[in-house]
DNA sequence: ATAGTATATTCGAAGTATCTAATATTCGAA
DNA sequence: TTCGAATATTAGATACTTCGAATATACTAT
């Protein structure tokens, strides 16, 4: 029996939110504390109304929550499954990462600094 | 640290891969068991060109395999571990699917049986 | 009230994804 | 070798995403 399609397109909008590179590290980012937007924008450096979209994204899939303090609006992941999820995918990334030659490559440097930290 | 950029876009096209609802059926439907694109095809009623690009965005992402026979192409998961992603992401999602107004209303009659079964 | 800071939204250009229809390739059987 | 079946690729139309620039909103402090 085929799923039924509603839920079939509520995982793919899932997906499509982490579809983007800025998107994923915001997410990691925010794993480990929550953190303000204009926090994000610096850690990041990218533009301000770059990360605003990005996170308005990350909003509208209900994959991150926010609070208002003051000025400021604080962002953290709702759920931490979601944290599992992305953890997971880690080991996968690992497990295969080391067969994508292009990518190889261009990160030889990179690769020893890499396996010794988080991701 | 910020991770490498070339690595968050790697995990990105692996996302966007699973960004679409016909290829995410497609992946369920081979964790059970390898399928030709033919019976694919028939079992999620599209047509022959569709889900022939939907397999071949899943492949150059790397998150299938296929092997010939005679005519047919085969095709399976590469590596289960992306299935256990999957599973870990239906929790997640029964978790919010109710949260979901919308989509909880468009889905009330198959509710039931959707907890019934796998997905 | 006004100015300043933090964030969000809107707009338009450029790029990417998706679909269908048409065509190409590959293989086995007659 | 030609035919038919299974699959892949290409082409072009349409829809969606992404970006930076400009503008809007919301809140604080003076």
Redesign the interface.
Known sequence: ????????????????A????????II??LGEKELSAGELME??GIEQANISQHLAVLRSR?LLVNRKVGNQVFYSVR?R??L??LA??R???Q???T??LA?AR??SS?NKR?KA?R?
Chains 1, 2 share one sequence.
């Open positions: 029996m085929v799923m039924p399609d509603a839920l079939r397109r509520f995982k793919a909008e899932v997906f499509q982490l579809a983007h590179p800025t998107r994923i590290a990691d980012l850690k990041l209900q759920d499954l979601l599992e999820v997971l995918m080991t996968y990334f497990n295969h990462l067969g994508s990518l261009e990160m990179e890499m930290t991701s």
